[in-house]
């Protein structure tokens, strides 16, 4: 099948695909810097948790919001049906999170082939097709001391 393609946002999907980036893409819509966020391995107690506080801080309903993240939980459960996993992600406190996440998760799958990483070290919403196509250029296989890395970086910080 088709690789998994993981970013930031939806701005940067549009960017992705403008600059030739072919996969199936999984938008990862969380605001990880505002609110609480529980140090549990488990993506549906994570999901709960920020469901109820996106909910409350944007007046959105509680279900719709946690419908969204299961949807988008459900997706990376199933990264295995993926040829390879690319992490296309910024330099960025918000990006950085949620890098951090997904590593800390994929630290902890028994079957994680094929995962890389694009690190950005711009906006990829801003950034142009020549951009993204350089950027491409850059992936590079996920290894085992950035996946401890990210494992200790997500228990310090939830």
């Known amino acids: 099948m088709a690789k998994l393609v993981i970013t930031n946002g939806d701005s940067a999907v549009t960017r992705l695909q403008a600059g030739g980036v072919a996969g ?21 107690i994570v999901a709960d948790t920020r469901a109820e506080f996106l909910a409350e801080a944007f007046g959105l309903p509680f279900d719709s ?70 950027l491409a250029a850059s992936s590079a296989p996920v290894s085992s001391l950035q996946l401890e890395t990210a494992r200790e970086a997500w228990a310090a910080f939830t």
């Open 24 to 44: 199936h893409f999984l938008p990862w819509r969380d605001m990880l810097h505002d609110g609480p966020v529980p140090a549990s391995r488990s993506l549906a």
């Open 65 to 134: 919001v946690r419908a969204d993240f299961a949807e988008r939980d459900g997706q990376l459960e199933i990264h295995i049906a993926f040829r390879e996993v690319e992490l296309w992600f910024e330099h960025d406190l918000y990006d950085q999170l949620q890098l951090i996440q997904l590593l800390d998760y994929f630290a902890h799958e028994p079957d994680r082939h094929g995962v890389r990483l694009i690190q950005a070290a711009d906006y990829l919403g801003t950034l142009g097709p020549e951009a993204i196509t350089t």
